[in-house]
């Protein structure tokens, strides 16, 4: 079954190993990390349905422990309606009632393990003797991926990156003394021996192993569960290929390497009770513990009961009478911020700082999917979406062209001293002289990290720059080169990319004198995570480029005459600013323009500064509360957790995410979400074709569950889907970190990012997205795409749809069926 010797045979022993490598999602290196969904590949089944399957096969939990709900139950915020609701809800929920549900909550143990019902051969072998096998197959898979994967973190290059995946790690294995050491006699010539075609290496294991097929998905969930944070760099390299248009394997070819562990324990090691051992435990690969599902099925009516009360009182506060309509708000100001929950604390305090400021949200790359090459940089990095890939590349530049050759030439010297610098202080023999009579350098630095005088590294595109080049930065939007290196983005397109965020964001008229287009980033020092604080929507870096490009962009008369050709009039007295928004410190700065302000806008820019520093202090000012700051000046206290080099909670990031409004802004602007909601202007009459509202739902709407669910499976399981402690974290490879000294790498989010230490920062809540437009509209853009589809007819995305008097009129009920609430 399971022999290589036709293309047949391969595409079948594919599909075997699929089973296993669909359910690893992607993940992206620390440099741009972004949010991703863990439950990716199980979004074909049913909220319920993954989470006793990912309990089963890797024993990962889907809730909390029940005291959390108890406690909402106690405090009101979850009643007995509620869970009245999700019994009716849940199809099995059916078979409890209201009472014993109650009862269960209150005698049943407070947390019993999720125990995973399948076991690896390396975790049977583990109990035999004593021996962790699991936990050294670890180590060494990983230890040896570090190397391979390693983004020049390292100085000495021992993995053979020029060979292929499998050839690599094969090269390694047989050199490799400590699995002989640990008691694996002969593992390097059984290694030496295998096939070099990763395949047919798996398909003898898979015969070794004798799992049958039926049990095939679960083990090898299993295994891949091990060791999902390198199995999740590898799909991250299939995802990137695919989005290129060409194939990869490479989760596939690490499932391989992982199954030929297993078989060489199971030929290699000297236990005569292991086949038994290992017989015995294939019999309970599709045997789930009856006990743990019963307590799996308690703790999913619990999660859906709290998930229906939060719906309730997101519902009742879009309900909420707004104030009576008093002089219409002239939009002298129009701020565009990204549909970040950051976002909307800072635009609420900004539209109350100012009678004539206006906020609009849109995702925060602003419909320009470019990517930018700072200055004197080799690379150009992409700034949108992963679910995109960038349209044009574009390059920094300075206004002057002296001033510029200057600065390269500063940048590139300063690359040659740090990487001179680094060989020196991590070199085999010159580490000690740095640490003895050079390391005492570092003492003034150590001085400065430790009383929070650090400079944050909030915009290391000006790195090297002066102040007066650094205000003079602007982006080179001329088409140049050829081939894969050209760059800039011709006129034609220009015009088609400025029509196509104007449309998106339901911007075409009622322009202001000043558009602010504000991308956001964060200032933190000593973060590894840094990245994941940034604009998710710019691929984990800050806004700053997108926003540039598309003032740049709309400022451009020759772009205007030919929006005004689409229909598009931009008044010659609108001035279109970029602006970067630091989440960590509530400030905002505005880029200036090419050629200086103009004298005619003087006043407005005056009158907008200083509206956007009572908006920062209103922030800060809400901010500090959540932060439990309550003495001292909280404004600095805030400003100076950015430069303390100690602090693991700079900020908390987009914790609490559990909405998307999708809908015009005067739904929302009299009410406080809290900092809980992801805002999307849209006004369905200006989209006629409602292609829109089809971009709305298949990307923005995916990526805020994505992060909406990283969030949740973070909280809810943090052994298994969360990054750990990280005072604990050691960077490896320039793509991750390993909590402590070894094991795999660590995905999702630090403990620290959800939890302050006595309660949730981020409680587990599903998505709920409102949108403004017609439910036929709208199911007939789920019938069209299968994946958002199956998010919300299984549950991972619950749906509403906003009626044109701003209420909440009907639920999705699936199958692109709606019920009326």
């Not at 990137?240 to 562990?261: Q, R, Y």
């Not at 002289?433 to 909030?458: C, E, I, Q, S």
């Not at 989209?687 to 909406?708: G, R, Y």
Request: hydrophobic residues 40%.
């Amino acid at each position: 079954m399971h022999h290589v010797k036709t293309q047949k045979d391969a595409a079948a022993l594919r599909a075997t190993l699929s089973k296993g490598t669909e359910k690893i999602a992607p993940l992206w290196a620390l440099e741009h990390f972004v949010a991703v969904n863990p439950y990716m590949g199980l979004a074909a089944r049913s909220f319920a349905d993954a989470a006793a399957f990912m309990q089963h096969s890797a024993g990962a939990r889907a809730t909390l422990p029940l005291t959390f709900y108890r406690e909402a139950l106690e405090a009101g915020r979850l009643t007995r309606e509620d869970l009245a609701r999700a019994l009716e809800r849940l199809p099995k929920g059916r078979a409890l009632d209201l009472d014993t549900l109650l009862e269960a909550l209150y005698t049943e143990a407070e947390e019993t393990p999720a125990l995973a019902g399948v076991q690896t051969l390396a975790q049977v072998a583990g109990g035999l003797e004593g021996k962790q096998w699991a936990r050294f197959m670890v180590d060494r898979v990983s230890f040896w991926a570090g190397a391979y994967y390693d983004k020049n973190q390292a100085l000495w290059n021992t993995a053979g990156k020029g060979a292929t995946l499998f050839e690599a790690w094969k090269k390694e294995a047989e050199v490799d003394y400590s699995p002989e050491a640990m008691g694996l006699k002969g593992f390097r010539n059984f290694v030496k021996h295998l096939p070099s075609d990763p395949l047919e290496a798996a398909a003898l294991a898979l015969e070794a192993l004798e799992v049958p097929e039926a049990q095939e998905e679960a083990y090898l969930t299993a295994l891949l569960m091990q060791l999902k944070g390198w199995a999740g760099i590898a799909a991250r390299q299939d995802w990137d290929a695919g989005l290129a248009g060409s194939e990869s394997h490479m989760a596939e070819t690490f499932l391989c390497i992982l199954l030929v562990w297993e078989m060489a324990l199971k030929e290699l090691l000297p236990y005569p009770e292991l086949e038994y051992a290992w017989h015995q435990a294939r019999k309970a690969f599709d045997q789930p513990d009856s006990g743990a599902a019963q307590r799996l099925h308690l703790e999913l009516v619990l999660q859906e009961a709290f998930d229906l009360a939060s719906q309730r009182q997101l519902i009742q506060k879009l309900h909420a009478p707004a104030p009576e309509p008093g002089e219409t708000r002239k939009g002298r100001f129009q701020v565009i911020c990204c549909i970040d929950v950051r976002s909307e604390v800072f635009r609420r305090n900004l539209e109350a700082a100012h009678p004539e400021a206006e906020t609009l949200g849109f995702a925060g790359f602003f419909a320009f999917p470019v990517a930018f090459k700072p200055l004197a940089h080799t690379e150009a990095a992409a700034q949108c979406p992963v679910l995109l890939t960038p349209s044009h590349t574009v390059h920094e530049a300075l206004e002057d062209e002296g001033s510029e050759q200057r600065a390269i030439g500063r940048r590139r010297l300063m690359e040659h001293v740090t990487k001179a610098w680094k060989s020196f202080k991590l070199g085999a023999i010159t580490c000690f002289g740095f640490v003895g009579p050079v390391g005492l350098a570092y003492l003034p630095k150590l001085f400065t990290d430790t009383f929070g005088l650090t400079r944050p590294v909030a915009h290391p595109d000006q790195a090297g720059l002066t102040s007066a080049q650094s205000r003079s930065r602007t982006i080179n939007l001329d088409a140049t080169g050829r081939g894969p290196d050209t760059s800039g983005i011709s006129l034609e397109d220009r015009i088609a990319m400025a029509a196509g965020a104007l449309r998106a964001m339901s911007l075409t008229e009622g322009f202001g004198r000043v558009v602010v287009i504000a991308g956001h980033g964060a200032s933190t020092v000593n973060n590894p995570h840094a990245t994941g604080l940034d604009c998710g929507a710019c691929g984990g870096h800050t806004g700053e480029a997108n926003a540039r490009v598309a003032a740049q962009v709309l400022n451009q008369p020759e772009v205007r005459q030919g929006l005004q050709q689409q229909g598009i009039h931009l008044p010659d007295a609108t001035l279109f600013v970029a602006a970067l928004h630091d989440t960590t410190t509530d400030r905002v700065s505005l880029f200036t323009p090419a050629g200086g302000w103009p004298q005619s806008h003087t006043e407005d820019i005056r009158e907008l500064r200083a509206a956007l520093e009572r908006a920062g202090e209103a922030s800060r000012a809400e901010r500090a509360l959540r932060m439990d700051l309550q003495q001292g000046n909280l404004h600095k206290r805030i400003l100076q957790r950015s430069r303390d080099w100690s602090q693991v909670r700079p900020e908390w990031g987009l914790a609490g995410c559990s909405a998307f409004v999708v809908a015009p802004r005067e739904r929302t602007a009299h009410l406080d979400l809290e900092g809980k909601a992801f805002l999307h202007n849209y006004t369905w009459q200006q989209d006629p074709d409602f292609k829109i509202l089809e971009l709305i739902m298949t990307a923005p709407m995916v990526v805020t569950s994505w992060i909406n669910l990283q969030y949740y499976a973070s909280t809810v399981d943090p052994r298994t889907w969360g990054a750990g402690n990280k005072t604990l974290h050691n960077v490896v490879a320039g793509l991750g970190v390993l909590e402590g000294y070894g094991g795999d790498l660590r995905v999702g989010l630090p403990w620290q990012s959800v939890h302050d230490g006595q309660r949730f920062q981020h409680e587990p809540r599903r998505l709920s997205v409102v949108i403004e437009a017609p439910v036929d509209q709208m199911s007939r853009i789920l019938g069209m795409h299968q994946g958002i589809r199956q998010l919300c007819d299984n549950g991972w995305i619950f749906l509403y749809a906003m009626d044109g008097e701003g209420r909440v009129a009907y639920r999705y009920a699936g199958h692109l069926e709606w019920e009326k609430i």
